[in-house]
């Protein structure tokens, strides 16, 4: 590997460890773990692998879509015309063409003048809401496409183990390999200093949250908006430390951090 930054035009990297199931999908996660790992070192999406790009954005529309339907993955995506432009181009790319197609009918109806995009963005998700059920008339479809012969997890998966210039690492190449590509910034520490900064008040708790519990963010996964805590509905924001998986609820007066498995609580704090 040469000692560049990375580039739109670099190849997928994988680690070895997820080529190693037939699960179907060790290697969206794989690919997820290194993308995110680039991201956590201050690289921009654009010094980032395009393929790899692709399909962690797929991912990110599937994951989401799965949890909560089209209208959770327009929420929180707060319709980035990046990120969807990266969507439609990894459907289509994955070979998921009906996928793609449905998902230009929902763009159709986000972009449509008469839809009020920036209400539904800065609304309550949950409750009433009309425009979170007008997109969700298209989420029957999108299971039943997915149900049927054109599963985007499956397609995804296979997309990113047939890459023809895949680079595969072992878990110590890969380390190395991250660390390489961070040193090669020669901004990274005001970038850094920037983003941290600029972060949103759920990244900020989080990383406090880690710090008092003397736990090393990973990544984050997924926002599950609605995740169930003494009868109120709030955004779980789902994350990976040293110590597995976790969550973090913000009641807007106490920030807590759950077991994402036991979903005991770690951490209370009044904020």
Known sequence: MSGRILGTQDPVVLPAASLKSDNRKSAIGG??????ALLAEYFEFDEISREALLSYRVAYYYY????GGFSQFVYNSNWNTGLVNLVLDGLICIGAPQHAALFQRGAAMVENPAFALNHFLKSEFFG????????????DDFYALDAGGENIETLNDAWLRGRPNLVVLGADE????????????PDREARKTRKRAAEPRYMKLIRAMCAAAEQSLD???IADPA??????KFVAWHFITDQG??????TGERALMFNGTTKEVILDLLI
């Open 64 to 67: 989401n879509s799965m949890n």
């Open 227 to 232: 995740y169930v805590h003494e009868g109120q």
């Open 219 to 221: 990544r984050l996964t």
């Open 31 to 36: 690919n997820t773990q290194v993308v995110n």
């Open 245 to 250: 998986h976790h969550f973090l609820v913000d």
């Open 174 to 185: 890969l380390a190395a390999y991250i660390a390489q590509k961070a040193a090669s910034l």
């Open 128 to 139: 009433e809401n009309e425009e979170r059920d007008h997109l969700d008339a298209l989420s």
